[in-house]
């Protein structure tokens, strides 16, 4: 009997240490089985962050569009004048008078990227002075020296006159047909453009009549 407990007992010993060994095997076939999904989790998470992240940097590099800032007026900075004759610039400052023939420069600061136009208005005529080609880029925030044809301004005769400088989202291939009405209602035509205005009194003769036609 004694011999039968015996081995009853290293049966049953033997029972339990299997128990532990299937045990065992089964955690660490479970540890196995985890382990790479815990990596493709661990993966996935990250590249979810660096993807974020990549659309983050993409947005704030970005250069905000005509619809997420208001467009700021152009400023006419550092007026200086060129007499008729060829001779040195000298700077102009406010209520200083120009001369007919003298030649006006100045230069132009924008705080967006955008078009600029420049237009001399007298009396009831307007011209287009200045403005990009076709095909020119815009201006980048920046201050800029507009390359005129003649060096700068130039004023035929005397009279009261005005500098109206324009910026722009886009170009605006009819820009040259744009009268004093335009340029005075611009709001209407272009809300999304600014101005500025600059008047100026020209000393000089002033301009002749147009002629009455004859009956």
Wanted: hydrophobic share 40%; charged share 25%.
């Amino acid at each position: 009997m004694q011999s039968c407990e015996g081995n009853h007992c290293e049966a049953r010993t033997f029972c339990q240490a299997f128990d532990f060994l299937a045990e065992s095997t089964r955690e660490r076939s479970h540890a196995a089985r985890v382990a790479p999904s815990t990596r493709t989790q661990l993966a996935i998470a990250a590249a979810m962050v660096g993807a974020a992240a990549l659309g983050l940097w993409l947005i704030l590099r970005r250069p905000p569009k005509p619809v997420d800032v208001e467009l700021t007026p152009p400023k006419l900075l550092e007026f200086t004048v060129t007499a008729a004759d060829g001779g040195t610039k000298a700077p102009l400052e406010k209520g200083d008078t120009v001369n007919a023939g003298e030649l006006l420069d100045f230069q132009i600061e924008v705080e967006h990227r955008c078009y600029v136009y420049v237009f001399l208005v007298a009396g009831p005529r307007a011209e287009l002075d200045w403005g990009p080609a076709p095909g020119d880029p815009a201006w980048e925030p920046g201050v800029y020296a507009p390359d005129w044809k003649e060096g700068g301004l130039k004023f035929e005769f005397g009279g009261k006159v005005k500098i109206v400088a324009v910026s722009s989202w886009t170009p605006h291939r009819d820009a040259a047909s744009w009268n004093t009405a335009r340029l005075d209602a611009l709001a209407t035509h272009c809300p999304r453009c600014k101005k500025t205005e600059v008047e100026l009194e020209v000393a000089g003769p002033a301009p002749n009549p147009s002629p009455r036609p004859q009956q």
